[in-house]
């Protein structure tokens, strides 16, 4: 019945398709997953249909997606449109951004809070106005900012690997013990020509999954998407030992600090990468938002096992 289904579906959506494609009106990221590259790097059993045998799977995709840095005429265009645009870089780190107001905050005691937003070759960091003091962003003149914005986007891959988890096959028997958010049906297609329809699960979504088919976390979540994870603050990990690490802001900066550690791990923590800052009187531990951080965290993960991710609140 599900089969019957869902090829109905398939023959209206891709009617739908059509249509809108000749309209002109076609969102192509809507209903189905576009990369540049996607395969099958896991296929897990994880549910199988007494009576009808029909079975679900829990698939890992590696995908591939093309790098899109902002070019310097974008931002030249930008700056030109924009009369309170300014050209920054960080003192620190070298790193080059525009910055620009971005649109205010309303507090509970009705005082608005001015924002600012600087934009850079690939992301985009939004703090209050009175916080740009206690950053390392300074004014630089055109012929600095336009080497060191010429530098980074010459740094940038071509491309950007990630890992995604689908569950796919039946999906109706087991759907209760899916998560409840984000329910929407996803349709994928593989270099080797597989056609893919199921629920995206989320790395911080993927704990509970596990827990409900059996599974263990530590099989099917990568470093790299615990990093992922980490990066963007969405989740906070888990590691064995009464370990944790969450991204959390200081001196206006994100950082992914790593708490519970041990006075013996110290040297060893040092060893494999990350750094140690005293504040406040209070020694804490930091994983480098560099290139190396995915690599530090997996050599955490094979001292201390991974386990949990949890959304944060």
């Known amino acids: 019945m599900q089969n019957v289904l869902f090829e109905a ?10 249509g809108a494609i ?11 997953i576009a990369a540049d590259s996607m395969t099958i790097a896991e296929r897990r059993l994880i549910y199988t249909h007494p009576v009808t045998g029909a079975q679900s799977h829990l698939l890992t995709i590696e995908r591939r997606d093309r790098n899109a840095p902002m070019w310097l005429k974008d931002v030249q265009s930008l700056v030109r449109q924009d009369p ?23 507090l509970d005691d009705g005082s608005i809070q001015p924002r600012l937003s600087l934009i850079r070759p690939m992301d985009e960091l939004r703090f209050e106005v009175r916080q740009l003091e206690e950053t390392n962003w300074e004014e630089a ?7 060191a914005w ?17 569950v796919s096959g039946l999906l109706l028997p087991i759907w209760k013990l899916l998560p409840q958010d984000f329910c929407r049906v996803r349709r994928l297609q593989t270099d080797d020509g597989e056609r893919i329809v199921g629920r995206v699960i989320a790395p911080d979504r993927l704990a509970g999954l596990c827990r409900n088919f059996g599974i263990d976390q530590t099989q099917v979540l990568t470093g790299d998407q615990a990093w992922t994870a980490l990066v963007d603050g969405s989740s906070i990990v888990g590691l064995a ?7 959390v802001r200081v001196m ?6 790593l708490t519970g550690f041990t006075d013996g791990t110290r040297d060893w923590l040092r060893s494999i990468g990350l750094f ?7 020694l804490r531990f930091f994983v480098p938002t560099t290139d190396e951080g995915a690599g530090i965290l997996s050599k955490l993960m094979q001292r201390h096992r991974l386990i949990d991710v949890a959304r944060r609140s």
């Open 141 to 147: 003149d055109e012929q600095a900012f336009v080497l």
């Open 276 to 282: 140690s800052e005293m504040i406040n009187w209070k």
């Open 84 to 106: 309170r645009a300014k050209l920054m870089i960080n003192g620190k780190s070298g790193r080059p951004a525009v910055m620009v107001p971005t649109r205010s905050i309303m």
């Open 150 to 166: 010429n530098t980074e986007v010459a740094s940038v891959p071509e491309f950007s690997t990630s890992m995604m988890h689908i």
């Open 241 to 247: 030992g009464d370990m944790t690490l969450r991204r």
């Open 9 to 18: 579906f398939e023959q209206l959506l891709a009617a739908r398709i059509e």
């Open 252 to 257: 206006n900066e994100y950082r992914v600090e």
């Open 22 to 32: 000749a309209a002109g009106i076609y969102d192509k990221g809507l209903e189905t």
